[in-house]
């Protein structure tokens, strides 16, 4: 009887045994199903901070090529200024020389203006001893 009873127990133990070892098993199969579906997504996140990656590095080459630009179109304007005071320092060259050319014209003018009063002078007298 105890023989009955002991394989009996061990047969209702096994079979509980088998069950949860069952239910463990697939248990486990779910975990690993669900690391792996875990690890997928890491994966993508991972592509996808990769494609962030190179798209920032694009748009840091674009920043450096707006900065040399800008840095080509300071230098252009800082020439084109360099430039611009020359000319402005010819303006005023040639300011000067018009002004003394102006004024070496009233010299002639008051020059001239002297000559036809001095002619005036000896017209008068020759109209006098005339």
């Known amino acids: 009887m105890v023989l009955y009873y002991t ?3 061990h047969s209702i133990w096994f079979r509980i045994s088998n069950f949860y070892q069952n239910r463990i098993q697939e248990s ?12 997928a997504i890491a994966n ?3 592509e996808f ?5 190179e798209f920032a590095e694009i748009a840091i080459a674009f920043a450096e090529i707006a900065i040399a630009i ?3 179109a300071i230098a252009i304007a800082e020439i084109v200024i360099a ?6 320092a010819y303006a005023e060259i040639v300011i000067a ?4 050319v102006i004024a070496l014209a009233e010299i002639v003018i008051a020059s001239a203006e002297i000559v036809i009063a001095i002619a005036n002078i000896v017209i008068a007298f020759a109209e006098i001893f005339t």
């Open 7 to 9: 394989v009996i127990t």
């Open 28 to 39: 486990g199969v779910r975990i690993e199903f669900c690391a792996e579906i875990v690890i």
């Open 44 to 46: 993508i996140v991972i």
């Open 49 to 53: 901070a990769e494609i962030v990656i």
């Open 70 to 72: 800008t840095e080509i």
């Open 83 to 88: 430039y611009a005071e020359i000319v402005i």
């Open 97 to 100: 020389i018009a002004n003394i």
